[in-house]
């Protein structure tokens, strides 16, 4: 509060020059890192510590004031829940926050008041040093509000970040995969290809602590295309047995390995500076939980749908294994519920899911119930089209 006072009111809590506060302060500063540096056995993050303060001071300060107040009074032991969903609220989080966005607007008033007399030369000999501190307490004050306005969690558990070599076991096919992080209810995995199935369940394999072999049904609710032309795929674990999830826990808690390797983190300042970076920018990413199961993949094929009572023509923009959109010149008139579409040597059982009216087209987004006539083609037609693409460099879109 020292440089807000400084900047509002013109009167600095210390009467020193720049030289000497910045003298006293650095010097102090640089000590206590020092300090803390063999203390937490270099694992401490420079700033963070002050970002947890200014998020906790307000309610902290509120609680002791009621306790000085009421010391006597009763009150209950409170337990954090562990391991629920945050769901977004605007009212509690800004039941939260209002302390720490009176704070802001206030440096923001004395910061450009502050430089307005810095450009004039009425300040006082320390206003150079209250406009510098003042900044990192609007950069940390920032933070702390991102915190208050959490992102909406899609995940129940944390998923722990993990090395481990699997197989996929997908239609009878054995696909070999890597596991990228892990939880008791999920994981990420890459793989060299695309999965192509008109199923949603496969069984992943993994070998337990003990030597054995680990079978987990798992459902897949995503698969995405990564720059190194892998495919990352999320995979959400059903129906685990007792037996199975004990030997999945100590799978991914029984290994030292990954536990010793946060010993050897050496956070120092430059990485501590790009995480605040780092956590100006989180909040406005854009995050998108209902992803595709199956890659789509561009092309440009004739085809024919026939509706029972007529045929369309037209040609298909975009495939998936178990989805495809179509664009026909006349729009379809009759009812496409369980229609076939005809493709070179493939036949699809399709059931429309969105119809969209473009100018003189009409582009039909359908859902494929069965593969009729031609599953080899069909499989055969994305693999030739996955690595056409993957070569030109625009392998598949999520």
């Not at 562990?82 to 607007?105: D, H, I």
Request: hydrophobic share 45%; glycine share 6%; with cysteine.
């Amino acid at each position: 509060m020292a440089p807000l006072a400084s900047l509002l009111f013109q009167t600095p809590p210390l009467k020193a020059d720049v030289w000497a506060l910045s003298a006293y302060f650095f010097s102090f500063y640089i000590a206590s890192a020092m300090v803390m540096r063999p203390v937490s056995r270099v694992s401490r993050n420079p700033f963070w510590s002050d970002i947890y303060e200014i998020a906790m001071c307000f309610s902290l300060s509120a609680v002791a004031l009621k306790t000085l107040a009421t010391p006597r009074k009763e009150r209950p032991f409170e337990v954090t829940p562990k391991g629920q969903r945050v769901k977004k609220n605007t009212a509690t989080e800004l039941s939260l926050a209002w302390p720490l966005l009176l704070t802001f607007a206030l440096l923001i008033v004395g910061l450009v008041w502050g430089i307005q007399h810095w450009r004039q030369g009425t300040g006082d000999p320390g206003l150079p040093v209250s406009l510098f501190w003042g900044s990192v307490n609007l950069l940390f004050v920032t933070v702390a509000l991102f915190v208050a306005s959490e992102q909406a969690q899609s995940r129940r558990m944390f998923r722990l970040n993990r090395d481990f070599a699997g197989e996929i076991l997908i239609d009878g096919d054995t696909v070999p995969a890597r596991v990228t992080n892990i939880s008791e209810r999920g994981a990420a995995l890459v793989v060299d290809r695309p999965l192509y199935s008109t199923q949603t369940s496969m069984t992943l394999l993994l070998t337990a602590a003990r030597g054995a072999i680990i079978q987990l049904n798992r459902t897949i609710v995503r698969q995405t295309p990564l720059p190194s032309g892998q495919i990352d795929i999320g995979l959400l674990f059903t129906d685990l047995t007792p037996l199975a999830t004990r030997a999945l826990i100590e799978k991914m808690f029984g290994d030292s390995v990954p536990w010793q390797a946060g010993d050897r983190f050496r956070p120092g300042i430059a990485s501590s500076v790009r995480s605040l970076l780092q956590a100006l920018s989180v909040p406005w990413r854009r995050y998108v939980w209902n992803q595709r199961r199956m890659l789509r993949l561009r092309t440009h094929t004739p085809c024919r749908l026939n509706t029972g009572n007529r045929i369309l023509t037209g040609h298909v923009t975009d495939i998936s294994f178990t989805g495809v959109s179509a664009v026909f010149r006349r729009s379809p008139t009759a009812s496409l519920a369980e229609c076939l579409l005809e493709l070179p040597q493939v036949t699809l059982k399709v059931r429309p899911v969105a119809i969209v009216h473009r100018w003189n087209k009409t582009v039909v987004r359908f859902s494929v119930d069965s593969i009729e006539r031609g599953e080899p083609r069909w499989r055969e037609w994305h693999e030739s089209e996955w690595q056409q693409q993957r070569l030109e460099g625009t392998p598949a879109h999520a």
